[in-house]
């Protein structure tokens, strides 16, 4: 059972000033997660997790993320940028880019960050960017082609992902010329980066990861004399959005690291490489909230409550079909006697938080919390039709509340166009 952050009696007293819909974040859990990430791979000295700002781009969340010891991964110059204005500068920016317009490159410079190349070819691009000289350290991005899975035999075999389909990263052939490359370029620390899957529930992802990309650093250093400073895991490890899913221990993906560290990279003269992660969906999905309220019922072909938040507060369930679980607040005892589809506004038929979901008897005017929207939740946020993003709150350690991003007004809709109106077609 999923059990919300907030209560019925807290939502009440926040839409005195603040009206639903809204995202909302729990600080406590935040910086807890953090911490307990921290002390997982405490035992390797140079770690750092690299929160990724596309899944909640918002500074007050980055800061809190800073303050528990964590840099930011970036990919776009709008994610440079709020990372430098929310005081995060240098070595604690990761900046994994792909297609990347040449002005980014530059950016990611300026402010000191750690430029993790996609692709071979791209290093005479940034040479080119940056007027001739690569920065003192650099990374390069692996994907190893093929299927990559977990397991040992045909029976328990578990299809991840397929990396050899994706658009990102090097060949191995290629990262190792690029090595060579950037190494008589004067770049004095190099590191290697990769992502094989996405929301993984196996305590197993990390650590099979790890032995791939600690394996390939070996063969680095055996056929180049290059020794990688840091080795990046990136992101994947998943959460559990459903009540019954198996969730990931933190403690026990870390310790599988550390063991494959002491197999691989220690006997060969390289336990001094810094491991870094990537992480998003598990630093914040969990201790996020979408609250909306329930303001229409339906009695056709099937039950229909329509609430006041819309696919543009919380794109997943109509993009990819995703599940989140629902609260109706004050009602978390209550039988669950009635079967719904949770549905927005959009003139879409694909707008639905809930399909068929059995829930509490829902009146007009409930609350619903929608559950794991910490991440990648209010940052897909968008404006079809003409519907506004909501405003981010936090919930404080000491339980108060605070506005971190104001909602969208129509002003904000039509600032791109107010200097349009009359223009003659």
Same mark, same amino acid.
């Given at each position: 059972m999923k059990v919300p952050f907030i209560t019925k009696q807290q939502v009440e007293e926040i839409v005195k000033e603040y009206p639903t819909p809204f995202h909302i974040y729990d600080e406590k859990g935040i910086r807890e997660n953090a911490r307990a990430l921290n002390k997982a791979f405490s035992w390797n000295k140079g770690y750092k997790e690299y929160?990724?700002?596309?899944?909640?781009?918002?500074?007050?969340?980055?800061?809190?993320l800073h303050e528990e010891g964590c840099g930011t991964d970036c990919s776009s110059m709008a994610e440079l940028v709020i990372s430098e204005r929310s005081g995060i500068t240098g070595y604690d920016v990761m900046f994994s880019s792909n297609e990347t317009p040449a002005e980014e490159f530059v950016k990611c410079a300026e402010?000191?960050?750690?430029?993790?190349l996609d692709d071979i070819t791209h290093i005479d691009y940034v040479l080119k960017a940056l007027g001739g000289k690569l920065p003192k350290r650099m990374s390069c991005r692996f994907n190893p082609g093929g299927v990559f899975t977990l397991g040992? =035999?045909?029976? =328990?075999?578990?299809?991840?992902? @397929?990396? $050899?389909?994706?658009? /990102?990263? %090097?060949?191995?052939?290629?990262?190792?010329?690029? /090595?060579? !490359?950037? =190494?008589?370029? $004067?770049?004095?620390?190099? *590191?290697i980066h990769s992502f094989l899957a996405s929301n993984t529930l196996s305590n197993d992802y990390y650590p099979a990861l790890?032995?791939?990309?600690?394996?390939?650093?070996?063969?680095?250093?055996?056929?180049?004399?290059?020794?990688? =400073?840091?080795? @990046?895991?990136?992101?994947?490890?998943?959460?559990?959005?459903?009540? #019954?899913?198996?969730? @990931?221990?933190?403690?026990?993906? $870390?310790?599988?690291? &550390?063991?494959?560290? #002491?197999?691989? +990279?220690?006997?060969?003269? %390289?336990? #001094?490489?810094s491991i870094f992660t990537e992480l998003g969906r598990f630093m914040l999905a969990p201790y996020g909230h979408?609250?909306?309220?329930?303001?229409?019922?339906? &009695?056709?072909?099937?039950?229909?409550?329509?609430?006041?938040?819309?696919?543009?507060? +919380? %794109? !997943?369930?109509?993009?990819y079909g995703s599940y989140h679980h629902v609260t109706v607040l004050g009602k978390e005892e209550a039988p669950a006697t009635e079967t719904y589809d949770v549905v927005g506004s959009l003139c879409e038929n694909n707008d639905k938080f809930a399909i068929d979901r059995k829930l509490p008897k829902i009146d007009m005017g409930d609350y619903l919390v929608? &559950? #794991?929207? *910490?991440? &990648?939740?209010?940052? %897909?946020?968008? @404006? /079809?039709?003409?519907?506004?993003?909501?405003?981010?709150?936090?919930?404080?350690?000491?339980?108060?509340?605070?506005?971190?991003? !104001?909602?969208?007004? +129509?002003?904000? /809709?039509?600032?791109?166009?107010?200097?349009?109106?009359?223009?003659?077609?």
């Open positions: 929160f990724a700002v596309k899944a909640t781009p918002t500074p007050a969340i980055l800061k809190i402010i000191g960050g750690i430029i993790n040992e =035999s045909n029976e =328990s075999v578990q299809v991840m992902d @397929n990396p $050899g389909e994706a658009k /990102y990263g %090097m060949t191995p052939e290629q990262i190792i010329q690029a /090595y060579k !490359r950037l =190494s008589e370029l $004067g770049v004095e620390e190099l *590191g790890a032995k791939i990309l600690f394996e390939l650093a070996v063969e680095i250093k055996e056929k180049t004399g290059i020794k990688l =400073s840091f080795i @990046n895991l990136s992101g994947g490890v998943g959460i559990s959005y459903t009540p #019954d899913a198996p969730s @990931n221990d933190i403690a026990i993906i $870390g310790e599988g690291v &550390h063991k494959v560290f #002491d197999e691989v +990279l220690v006997p060969a003269g %390289m336990g #001094d490489v979408l609250v909306t309220k329930a303001i229409h019922e339906k &009695h056709i072909y099937k039950e229909y409550i329509g609430v006041d938040a819309c696919a543009a507060n +919380l %794109m !997943r369930p109509a993009m929608i &559950h #794991d929207t *910490g991440a &990648h939740g209010h940052s %897909m946020g968008y @404006n /079809y039709n003409g519907r506004l993003r909501s405003a981010e709150l936090l919930l404080k350690e000491d339980g108060s509340v605070v506005q971190i991003r !104001r909602a969208e007004t +129509l002003e904000d /809709y039509f600032a791109t166009i107010d200097d349009f109106w009359d223009v003659e077609v």
